[in-house]
């Protein structure tokens, strides 16, 4: 027993020197808020101004992409059931026609679209009339066939919400999308 004994007291001493000593308590810094440092910088600072509009104009959007601009305006309106363009519209389509004959480089997608009323089969053809109108126009001022695609989206791409004629005729257009537009 005094083995025992003796060997439980020399654990208890090895485990005691193994065990850190605790540090005395630190007592937490507190920074004076009232004294001024003043660090001289090591490179010359820039001066900076606000950003403000007129600092903003220097940036130039192309024409297709700056909203004050009449090209900004891109959709083609139609009748009920038909799909010639009507003569309100013809200066719109002469602008992007003679912009794109401008800007060989520049690619639309002329998008037909419907109101909800007729079959989904009859919507998606007079989609395609409607942007096949404005692009037939389109070509015949000048634009390269390369440049203009034709789509439609029938009644699937609503502008306008609602069950009335002004919705049905906010729906009943060819949009024309610019290829890199964002």
């Known amino acids: 027993?005094?083995?025992k004994l003796m060997m439980s007291a020399?654990?208890?001493s090895l485990l005691a020197a193994c065990a850190s000593t605790p540090q005395p308590e630190q007592k937490a810094?507190?920074?004076n808020k009232t004294e001024t440092r003043t660090v001289a910088p090591t490179q010359p600072q820039a001066e900076t101004k606000p950003v403000t509009d007129d600092s903003l104009s220097g940036?130039?959007?192309p024409p297709h992409q700056d909203p004050n601009n009449k090209l900004s305006e891109r959709s083609v309106y139609f009748d009920y059931d038909k799909y010639t363009v009507k003569d309100d519209y013809k200066p719109l389509v002469e602008a992007h026609a003679k912009y794109l004959s401008d800007n060989r480089k520049?690619?639309?997608k002329i998008?037909?679209?419907t109101d909800e009323r007729g079959s989904r089969e009859y919507n998606l053809a007079l989609g395609q009339k409607r942007a096949e109108a404005v692009k037939k126009m389109m070509a015949t001022l000048g634009v390269s066939e390369s440049q203009l695609e034709s789509v439609s989206f029938g009644e699937e791409k609503p502008k306008a919400q609602g069950h009335d004629e002004e919705a049905y005729a906010a729906n009943r257009r060819a949009d024309i999308a610019y290829t890199d537009d964002k």
């Open 1 to 3: 027993m005094n083995m």
């Open 10 to 12: 020399l654990l208890v």
């Open 29 to 31: 810094q507190v920074e």
């Open 59 to 61: 940036a130039k959007l």
């Open 106 to 108: 520049l690619k639309v």
């Open 111 to 113: 998008e037909g679209n």
